[in-house]
Nanobody, 124 residues
Framework: QVQLVESGGGLVQPGGSLRLSCTAS????????WGWYRQGPGKVREMVAT???????NYADSVKGRFTILRDNAERTVYLHMSNLKPEDTADYYC??????????????????WGQGTPVTVSS
């Protein structure tokens, strides 16, 4: 069974910084793409940043220059470094992984997995 566990959310003042982490566990064969998504109050879930297995990152326009996504393949962990936070960044943040699960017998099943979410509140 695969689990994605996030940490690092909390309350921060405008202009402050936070680092989110998400670690995958289970019978994982490989992790293709990682992503961070967020859902603010009364809003739909939106992509924040993604990073491929080759390390290519993609960002939403609203966070470019302020957020950085990094992955540690050995630790099966993805990070989201957030700086110069704004009140509009307030949301529940979710990690997502496109990964393969080793089912045994040479069978690998790829699917999307989500973390449970971690809240980020930007307020003075």
């Amino acid at each position: 069974q695969v689990q994605l566990v996030e940490s690092g959310g909390g309350l921060v003042q405008p202009g402050g910084s936070l680092r989110l982490s998400c670690t995958a566990s289970g019978n994982i064969y490989s992790i293709n793409e990682w992503g961070w998504y967020r859902q603010g109050p009364g809003k739909v879930r939106e992509m924040v940043a993604t990073i491929t297995s080759g390390g290519m990152a993609n960002y939403a326009d609203s966070v470019k220059g302020r957020f950085t996504i990094l992955r540690d393949n050995a630790e099966r962990t993805v990070y989201l470094h957030m700086s110069n936070l704004k009140p509009e960044d307030t949301a529940d943040y979710y990690c997502n992984a496109d990964l393969g699960v080793d089912l045994g017998g040479g069978v690998v099943q790829f699917d999307q997995y989500w973390g449970q979410g971690t809240p980020v509140t930007v307020s003075s």
